[in-house]
């Protein structure tokens, strides 16, 4: 999955999140300028490298506590902190 410098208005490309990749995120952040984040609206920055707290990806491609293969209990973790 793509993930961007900038959620509003996705700006500032970078390196790919790759599918089924554990990563560690530091915060969520609401931002409905792209339709896949829709219908909730969050991204979370991550603090995973390359990624190092400089990058975002929207929420709802994680699993979210889920595991391959089984339906998503969540689009978003509510228990990530707002950045």
Excluded at 31 to 46: K, T
Excluded at 63 to 69: Q, R, V, Y
Excluded at 70 to 82: E, G, I, R, W, Y
Aim: proline fraction near 8%; charge should be negative; glycine fraction near 10%.
């Amino acid at each position: 999955m793509p993930a961007f410098r900038n959620p509003h208005g996705v700006k500032g490309l970078g390196e790919r999140v790759p599918v089924h990749a554990w990563v560690d995120v530091e915060c969520r952040v609401f931002a409905l300028e792209v339709d896949s984040a829709n219908p909730d609206g969050w991204w979370y920055r991550i603090v995973t490298s390359p990624w190092s707290g400089s990058y975002y990806a929207v929420a709802n491609m994680f699993m979210n506590g889920g595991a391959p293969g089984q339906s998503l209990p969540a689009k978003t973790d509510s228990s990530v902190s707002v950045c």
